[in-house]
């Protein structure tokens, strides 16, 4: 079922990106998950200045048609487009790089040598799936395998 959640979005995401570049939109992330009996595709859209209803609204009318003609999705799904808001989560490559210099916040998925979960600080480098972090401490490197998610802080904005 993974693989085919994984089709699902590679296939929305070649319908989904000339139509975001049309609307000046950039596609932070689309999830296609399922919650309770029911699907859910979802579209994160952002662009520089911040995104507005309007234009999640536009996105969405915009999107509507090209992928009920395409009909890649063969179960019963609901469309929900939004923005990636202040604390977006940080999960491909081009995302470490555009942040780079941002405050983020990761989760390990074990605590580290000091009995750490959770660290914060400024993403000053991601290269070759290690995060450079520059905390109050120094300098840490994590791998990301070893997180269980990345996020802006909410002191970035």
Not at 12 to 41: C, N, T
Not at 64 to 71: K, M, R, Y
Not at 103 to 128: C, F, H
Request: charged residues 30%; proline residues 4%; aromatic residues 8%.
């Amino acid at each position: 079922m993974a693989e085919n959640k994984g089709n699902v979005v590679a296939r929305v995401e070649k319908l989904a990106l000339p139509i975001a570049q049309q609307l000046g939109l950039k596609i932070w992330d689309i999830e296609f998950v399922k919650e309770g009996a029911s699907w859910y595709l979802r579209f994160f859209i952002d662009k520089p200045n911040g995104i507005s209803i309007s234009d999640c609204e536009d996105f969405s009318h915009a999107i509507d048609g090209p992928i009920d003609e395409a009909d890649p999705i063969e179960q019963n799904y609901y469309l929900e487009v939004s923005s990636p808001g202040i604390e977006r989560e940080l999960k491909t490559d081009s995302h470490y790089e555009e942040m780079t210099g941002c405050l983020i916040k990761l989760q390990l998925i074990r605590p580290d040598s000091t009995g750490r979960r959770q660290l914060e600080g400024r993403l000053i480098a991601y290269k070759a799936g290690v995060i450079t972090l520059e905390t109050q401490a120094g300098e840490i490197l994590v791998k990301k395998v070893e997180t269980s998610h990345v996020r802006l802080a909410d002191t970035n904005f």
